[in-house]
């Protein structure tokens, strides 16, 4: 992927190559961004919290609406040609390649009963991709908001995050949450969006670091999260039977003040307590990090992030080797706070950071990361940036 894109730029040059693809101008051209979630992580399936940015890294579509039936699919960031597929004939579950994401957003449309029929797409993106940042939903939410505007059918940012979510779980078949989609498409600049996942109400909270003095860097360890499904799999369905255990809905119907009293109800489930005790003492961090920003006492989030940090590596056991040394080397050296962001097992971790400390903090992840003989991180300061839009 191409590392600078963003903005009048990528517009220009993505709609050149839709030129050159495909013969004519494109209608349009949207972009939509990657996220990371500052605190909040695997409360989405159960009812919860979360609290994510949008980045400045986007994926940028140049999209053409066609009334024959036929979709086809370019990125300039996969070495093949121009993929043609038919609207009417996507059948979930059979494409195994990336084509899947935009195909899948075209199929839940339509099986929602709004007229697509068809598109040509050429898109570029800036978002790491499997680094837990989420490229996929950017992906899929520059497809939606696209057509979205091309064939005028009024849905809201949510609508939209919710029918690609809906691609991600049936058509490309990835049993992700609501988050990553409602975050490309619904952040705003200079904000975090708190979202409650259980009726998708959102509150955008002021998070501007840069105004106070302080950073947050995002380190991706190119560590590939691929082997990560099974696992996440199975932190879904223990969670599932926590809350059956527990006799509630979702775990969300936990009360952090009634956590004692339900942990000691789940007696001896080992497994079940670890990933109890994970979601409510996380769903309560959530509230605890808006409270703290809307009373102006944001560098007292940082050991928040930090406790969150603790509860995915001990509790719900999704952290690795490369996120636990970013967190422990970013702390020893003089971080306010840092935990893993995203589903865990490689990807990236965040560090929040005093300005000042930003440069010595970086230098000394990628001297421990060389010392452990891991990858080379890479590492860059993430500023809340805007959701989806359309560009030209
Ligand atoms: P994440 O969303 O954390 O980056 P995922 O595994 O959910 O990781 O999604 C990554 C997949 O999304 C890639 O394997 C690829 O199929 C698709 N993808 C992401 N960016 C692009 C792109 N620029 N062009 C084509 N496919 C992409
Ligand atoms: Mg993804």
Not at 95 to 120: C, F, I, S
Not at 138 to 158: C, I, Q
Not at 295 to 304: E, L, N, Q
Not at 336 to 345: C, D, V, W
Request: proline share 4%; glycine share 10%; with cysteine.
């Amino acid at each position: 992927m191409s590392e600078s894109n963003v903005g009048g730029a990528a517009a220009k040059t993505v709609g050149e190559r839709f030129r050159e693809l495909y013969g004519a101008a494109p209608h349009g051209v949207w972009a939509a961004p990657g996220r990371v979630n500052l605190i909040g992580e695997h409360t989405d399936y159960n009812d919860g919290f979360v609290m994510p940015f949008a980045l400045p890294h986007t994926a940028v579509a140049a999209v053409s609406r066609r009334d024959d039936g036929v979709l086809r699919l370019h990125s300039a960031d996969v070495d093949a040609p121009v993929v043609e597929l038919t609207a009417d004939s996507l059948t979930p579950g059979t494409d195994k390649h990336w084509t899947a994401y935009p195909a899948g957003v075209v199929w839940a449309l339509r099986e929602a009963g709004h007229p697509v029929t068809g598109a040509d797409i050429h898109l570029a993106s800036t978002v790491p991709a499997g680094a837990g940042l989420s490229s996929s939903a950017a992906l899929e939410v520059v497809v939606a908001l696209a057509l979205n505007d091309l064939y005028e059918l009024g849905l809201r940012g949510w609508q939209l995050a919710r029918l690609c979510q809906r691609a991600e779980n049936v058509y490309v078949g990835a049993p992700v949450g609501i988050m990553d989609q409602t975050a490309s498409a619904c952040c705003e600049s200079g904000h975090a969006l708190f979202l409650d996942t259980r009726d998708l109400s959102q509150r955008q909270i002021p998070f501007d670091l840069a105004a106070e003095g302080m950073r947050l860097l995002v380190v991706d360890t190119q560590v590939e999260h691929s082997h990560s499904e099974g696992e996440y799999g199975k932190r879904r369905v223990g969670c599932e039977k926590g809350a059956a255990l527990l006799g509630v809905d979702a775990l969300r119907d936990v009360a952090h003040a009634d956590l004692d009293e339900a942990l000691a109800r789940l007696g001896d489930e080992e497994e079940a307590r670890r990933l109890v005790r994970h979601v409510v003492t996380e769903n309560e961090r959530v509230e605890r990090v808006i409270a703290l920003l809307e009373s102006g006492d944001t560098r007292a989030i940082g050991p928040v992030l930090t406790a969150g940090h603790a509860s995915l590596r001990d509790d719900f056991r999704v952290s690795c080797p490369e996120l636990d040394l970013v967190v422990d080397t970013a702390l020893a050296s003089g971080a306010l706070g840092a935990r893993m962001t995203g589903g865990g097992f490689g990807g990236s971790a965040i560090v929040l950071t005093e300005t000042t400390e930003a440069a010595a903090v970086t230098e000394a992840i990628r001297k421990t990361f060389t010392t452990a003989g891991f990858r080379t991180p890479r590492i860059f300061e993430a500023v809340p940036s805007a959701g989806a839009r359309r560009l030209h």
